[in-house]
Nanobody, 122 residues
């Protein structure tokens, strides 16, 4: 298993959850790790990414100001702190590592976690 994600669950609107993902050494070799999500009946959506070297982080417009991606380099772990959750955030969340193109790290990655479900009730 290259990536393991956990931390999903059921929460009421306005609540918060924290997702975590640990990468194997092989999956860790890329320059970015990221979170994506896929809601029922919809396509995969980029949520956030973090670059291992330096401090840049990137968040989709739909989550900016509510979600925060962070990293722990020594533990090969990223986290996604999700605050002020809304029903439209309901989805399966996937962590990803090693983008196929560093110039477009919001698109596709070589390694994907198994997904963790987040359900936000209204």
């Amino acid at each position: 298993v290259q990536l393991q994600a956990f931390g999903g669950g059921l929460v009421q609107a306005g609540g918060c959850l924290r997702l975590s993902c640990t990468a194997s050494e092989r999956a860790f070799n890329g320059n970015y790790m990221a979170w994506f999500r896929q809601a029922p009946g919809k396509g995969r959506e980029f949520v956030a990414a973090v670059r291992w070297r330096g401090s840049p982080t990137y968040h989709a417009d739909s989550v900016r100001g509510r979600f925060t991606i962070s990293k722990n380099h020594a533990r090969r772990t990223i986290a996604l702190q999700m605050n002020r959750l809304q029903p439209e955030d309901t989805a399966t969340y996937y962590c990803a590592a090693d983008p196929k193109s560093d110039s477009d790290f919001t698109r596709d990655y070589n390694y994907w976690g198994q997904g963790t479900e987040v359900t936000v009730s209204s």
